[in-house]
């Protein structure tokens, strides 16, 4: 699949804290950083995208030591990559999360119907945010660290 010249694709399915020292480690820092999963989430259908901006902004110290902990003991949670990117400051320009529904999880090698079919608009939501100026990526919901995970009480 042929990308933009600028455009690096790596997986980073590995723990928060192993990402965190990859972008520490980098020379240059990136303008832009789209993050890519498929979680299953309430109210979603099976292929519907959401296009999330992160802003930034940190729970507090017990919730961000909470989110280190989780990390450092194997817990892969895109929640916590972008609580602990933040908080080591990796987060240089924009970074985008772009989340799919990817249906419930089913043995097999093959994408359920649904989920092929959203494919060709996940490609295309990747490369337009990953090319587009700023003043052209208007269809995003923020997402703020203070608020992205829900404490019990």
Excluded at 111 to 139: G, R
Aim: some cysteine; proline content about 5%; charged content about 25%.
């Amino acid at each position: 699949m042929k990308w933009a010249d600028n455009v690096d694709l790596d997986e980073l399915n590995w723990g928060p804290i192993a990402i965190v020292q990859k972008f520490q480690a980098l020379p240059t820092q990136y303008d832009r950083v789209i993050l890519l999963s498929a979680i299953e989430r309430p109210g979603r259908n099976i292929g519907d995208i959401t296009v999330y901006k992160w802003e930034g902004k940190l729970p507090d110290e017990e919730l961000i030591q909470r989110c280190i902990g989780d990390a450092v003991t194997g817990v892969i949670s895109i929640e916590n990559l972008l609580i602990i990117g933040e908080y080591f400051k990796i987060w240089k320009g924009e970074t985008f999360f772009v989340d799919v529904e990817p249906g419930p999880e089913q043995a097999g090698e093959n994408f359920t119907e649904e989920m092929q079919q959203a494919i060709p608009d996940l490609i295309l939501t990747l490369q337009h945010l990953s090319t587009a100026d700023k003043s052209e990526i208007l269809n995003f919901k923020s997402l703020y660290g203070d608020t992205l995970i829900e404490v019990d009480a």
